[in-house]
């Protein structure tokens, strides 16, 4: 058996893709025989991050990190994401001359650049730092692995993601007395980064949904008060809301995959979305979504397409295929000659 160590900024009651992946993924690392261990935000004092309430700054974690490496001796130490404690471990590990692998799912340069002008060039340059000294770095498609050794960093490999495609599927549910054909709908955050308002602004026949919740939603929501906001929903209860939609409109350029994309392809819906990194590496063109400036365009296109394909290309995702590649992809850490006795 292995022992993995897995340190993530993100995790519930936080609702975004990693916590999400984290969540879908552990059962199967575990099911493979590996003992799993999570430094999370939950263990320490954190602050709220500004801009993004729901997530937590960690502070005061180094020497937690470091106890905890040396009590459960991992084979594997893996670091998620490229937050506080990401970076506390990533400096215990380099200190101890221990091999680490880490994760690149983010562009966290691009939302600072949607935060405050001038600031994306500052995130990226740390963002090169923190995984230059990645045994491996993660990534989900092979255009973000382009993209990240553009960058200059190596090591880049890929790890897909997944979708629950047994709870990911259409059910037959009456429709909302509230909705009109055809329905139309966002879901996941509801951030400027995202895009929402690309999509709120298409003029679409039938109705607009957005389901998620977000820093941006009370304005948008008095902005565009002829669209419905369900806010969050999870499991069963999104399946439910996804069954009654025709089209689902992905309006982010910044997302480097997008979950949310498979599971709607998995419930059989089509998908609009613009011609960027993350939609381009999952959509084929005309058969399960199109892709374009003119997301109304798209949309209003995606009706004529067969649910069949959605479901079809979305199976083509598992998470058990995403843990098989996340272990093949681990560093081990006695590639560094660390031994635990030296703590």
Not at 83 to 90: D, I, K, S
Not at 152 to 176: E, H, M, N, Q, Y
Not at 239 to 253: G, H, K, T
């Amino acid at each position: 058996m292995k022992k993995i160590l897995i340190v993530t900024d993100a995790w519930h009651p936080q609702v975004n893709g990693v916590v999400t992946m984290f969540m879908n993924l552990l059962p199967k690392l575990e099911q493979r025989g590996h003992s799993v261990t999570v430094i999370h935000p939950g263990m320490f004092f954190s602050l709220p991050m500004p801009g993004y309430p729901e997530i937590r700054l960690s502070v005061f974690s180094r020497r937690t990190i470091k106890r905890t490496i040396a009590e459960i001796k991992p084979d594997h130490i893996h670091l998620a994401t490229e937050g506080p404690l990401g970076w506390a471990a990533r400096r215990v590990c380099i200190q101890q001359k221990i091999s680490f692998s880490s994760t690149f799912a983010t562009r966290f340069d691009v939302y600072a650049e949607y935060r405050m002008v001038g600031l994306g060039p500052v995130v990226r340059h740390f963002l090169k730092i923190f995984h230059r000294r990645s045994g491996r770095v993660f990534v989900a498609t092979p255009a973000l692995q382009a993209h990240v050794q553009s960058l200059g960093i190596s090591g880049a490999a890929i790890a897909p993601l997944g979708v629950d495609t047994d709870l990911f599927t259409r059910k037959g549910v009456p429709r909302d007395a509230r909705l009109s054909s055809p329905v139309f709908a966002y879901f996941g955050r509801v951030a400027s980064e995202k895009s929402v308002e690309d999509f709120l602004s298409c003029t679409l026949p039938g109705t607009k949904i957005v389901i998620g919740d977000g820093p941006e939603r009370e304005a948008l929501e008095k902005k565009y008060p002829a669209v419905l906001f369900v806010g969050v929903q999870k499991g069963t209860d999104l399946v439910n809301w996804l069954s009654q939609v025709d089209v689902c409109i992905f309006p982010s350029r910044t997302d480097t995959f997008g979950l949310t994309i498979i599971e709607a392809l998995s419930c059989g819906i089509p998908v609009a979305a613009h011609d960027c990194l993350g939609p381009r590496d999952i959509l084929t063109n005309g058969t399960d979504g199109f892709l374009g400036e003119d997301l109304a365009k798209a949309a209003l296109q995606c009706l004529t397409l067969d649910r069949a394909q959605c479901r079809k290309k979305a199976e083509q995702y598992s998470w058990g295929r995403s843990a098989e590649a996340f272990i093949q992809n681990l560093v081990p850490v006695r590639d560094s000659g660390y031994e635990y006795g030296t703590l």
